[in-house]
């Protein structure tokens, strides 16, 4: 098992590639990086729109996944804008999904 840091030494690419190639380390590092803003995110949601903030986080997490082994770096986006977007409209489909009443909300965070 290799021992990574988050650091200036592991760039995102980096570890995007490593975790695709079957490195469970990478994909813990990335996942670990970036769910406090999969966090932040569900939260925005659940106080404008009274949805479980788990449920909603536990979907973004998937996003993030979803978006590790997604990710095309030869399109010159930014891991970390590319796992927004992927997260995001990962949650977004969850809430159009749960009750007709949220659409309003919904339509708010994509106009």
Excluded: P
Excluded at 48 to 74: H, K
Aim: charged content about 25%; aromatic content about 12%.
């Amino acid at each position: 098992m290799s021992s990574y840091s988050i650091g200036k030494e592991h760039n995102d690419n980096e570890l995007v590639f490593r975790a695709k190639a079957g490195d469970s380390v990478a994909l813990s590092l990335l996942i670990e990086k970036y769910s406090g803003y999969v966090l932040k995110k569900a939260n925005s949601f659940k106080n404008l729109c009274g949805i479980d903030t788990e449920d909603l986080y536990q979907e973004g997490i998937i996003g993030l996944v979803s978006s590790i082994y997604s990710f095309d770096e030869t399109y010159g986006t930014k891991f970390s804008t590319y796992s927004a977007t992927v997260y995001t409209r990962k949650m977004l489909s969850v809430l159009r999904k749960s009750t007709n009443d949220i659409s309003n909300c919904v339509d708010s965070f994509t106009s």
